[in-house]
């Protein structure tokens, strides 16, 4: 793992200016879920020197939500759109 290789991924841009983003160390695939205003954002991408990957799909650029494929496959923003029995 070349952990000076660092990742983002844009999920999607709310109405108030923030972005959903993962970001991911070394490897594309282990990521953390983040959320930051668009300044603070262009500074940790700059900061980090991030490689920007593309969407898994273009409507979550959008903000469409996406049913999950498996009750192992959900996000953690899938959280707060989601009720739980």
Known sequence: MDTSQRFVRIRGERDNGFIDFDFAIGEPEIF?????????????CATNKVIFLPPLNANE????????????????????????K
């Open 32 to 44: 953390v879920e983040l959320i930051l205003g668009v300044a603070d954002f262009n500074e940790f």
């Open 61 to 84: 650029i959008e903000g469409a939500q996406i049913e999950p494929r498996s009750d192992w496959d959900w996000r953690l923003f899938d959280a707060t759109t989601t009720r739980f």
